[in-house]
Every structure is written in C-alpha cells, then in structure tokens.
C-alpha cells in the first residue's frame, strides 16, 4: 500500500510541473526580451574619447603612479644607481644596499 500512495504522489508531482511548464510557455522570457532588443542595436564601433588615446607606445612598459600615466623607470627625484656590481652578492639591512659578509660596528 505504501508503494502505490509514493507512486500515485510522484505521478501527481509530475503532471503538476508538466502543467506549469505547459502554462509558462506562452509567457515571454526577459532575456529573450533583451536579446531581441540588441539585434535592434547597431554594430558601429563607438567614437574614442580623446582622453583615453594612448600618447605612449605600446610596446613600452607604462607606470601610472597617482594617476598620471608615464614610462617605467623613469622619476622626478634622481636616484643612486647601482654603485656595486651585480655579480657580487649584497645584503640591505635596514634599507641600505650593501656587499654581502660585511658588519656595521
């Protein structure tokens, strides 16, 4: 008897959903809405804003520190180069840059 009330109820839950899906096809979908609206749209490419044209090459590496856009490397301050050479080991205790194996006193 338990078998056949779990069978009756499954088929009952089944015609449900089949009816609303049967009740629910009529009803426009919004997406299909949407997509109906961009075919309306044309596919001309937007005018480029002066602003936003790039002054700089774009093979060069850009920076854009406060939000002014300039080439990597480049500074306001000058700063000390490489007074070492690179094939020697340095350490940079506290910041300062210098020869590996050496102590402060």
Do not use: C, W
Request: charged letters at 25%; proline letters at 10%; hydrophobic letters at 45%.
């Amino acid at each position: 008897m338990l078998a056949r009330t779990s069978l009756v109820t499954l088929f009952a839950l089944l015609t449900v959903f089949l009816t609303g899906q049967v009740a629910a096809a009529p009803v426009p979908m919004p997406l299909k809405v949407a997509m109906r609206e961009l075919e309306e749209r044309t596919s001309e490419p937007l005018k480029t804003i002066p602003v936003y044209k790039r002054q700089i090459p774009v093979e060069q590496a850009v920076t854009a520190p406060d939000g002014v856009v300039r080439v990597f490397g480049t500074r306001e301050e000058e700063i000390a180069r490489r007074q070492i050479p690179a094939e020697q080991a340095v350490t940079a205790p506290n910041g300062v840059v210098r020869p590996f194996g050496t102590r402060e006193e």
